[in-house]
């Protein structure tokens, strides 16, 4: 079955980028939506954006300035880049496969089906 | 922006007993786009109901989900101890936004 396997420095300093990458295994990357979730210690899940496997994007609007996900066919992977982080950014991250239809104009979802086990990001100098 | 509040915050209740968890939109979302989620400590979140009342594949009938329009309910319909977690709705949109969530734990 499919998999998703997040992987990416573990410590970012404030003000870099932090960069991290999802593989997908079991499956193709082809038809559906990747997204990144990311969870602060102790608090609740924050969406950050999808990428479809043909390249559209959309973000939290609360993010957008600083996210970008980009998506690589042929390795099978998808990617985050978050700039100018601060301490807030501190989170475990998620990569989840989104399943999303559209059948005659009609869009129907189902949820994000397969997690990956998530990566700890600490920001700090 | 469709913020989601989930009530109650924490659900105290014992093994057996029926939990009911309410998930309220800002503005009316479309029962097909709204899905529960649950997260046990240390782990990723699992994917319950999609479409506001159709369970995932290989999630058991006790859980259930229901509504439309700003109100929406997940129901366990008698807790197994293995049910005791965080659960958190979702809306996929503009910007996929999560509720809260609500603890379900062990009285």
């Known amino acids: 079955q499919v998999q998703l396997q997040e992987s990416g420095p573990g410590l970012v300093k404030p003000s870099e980028t932090l960069s991290l990458t999802c593989t997908v295994s079991g499956g193709s990357i082809s038809s559906y939506y990747w997204s990144w979730i990311r969870q602060p210690p102790g608090k609740g899940l924050e969406w950050i954006g999808y990428?479809?496997?043909?390249?559209?994007?959309n973000y939290n609007p609360s993010l957008k300035s600083r996210v970008t996900i980009s998506v690589d066919t042929s390795k099978n992977q998808f990617s985050l880049k978050l700039s100018s982080v601060t301490a807030a950014d501190t989170a475990v991250y998620y990569c989840a496969r989104e399943v999303v239809t559209m059948v005659r104009g009609v869009t129907y979802y189902y949820g994000m089906d397969v997690w990956g086990q998530g990566t700890t990001v600490t920001v700090s100098s | 922006e469709i913020v989601l509040t989930q009530s109650p915050g924490t659900l105290s209740l014992s093994p057996g007993e029926r939990a009911t968890l309410s998930c309220r939109a800002s503005q009316s979302v479309s029962s097909s786009y709204l899905a529960w989620y649950q997260q046990k400590p240390g782990q990723a979140p699992r994917l319950l109901i999609y479409?506001?009342?159709s369970r995932a594949t290989g999630i058991p009938d006790r859980f259930s989900g229901s509504g439309s329009g700003t109100d929406f309910t997940l129901t366990i319909s008698r807790l197994e101890p293995e049910d005791f977690a965080v659960y958190y709705c979702q809306q996929y949109g503009s910007s996929g936004t999560f509720g809260q969530g609500t603890k379900v734990e062990i009285k």
């Open positions: 990428i479809y496997y043909s390249g559209s994007t």
């Open positions: 479409g506001a009342s």
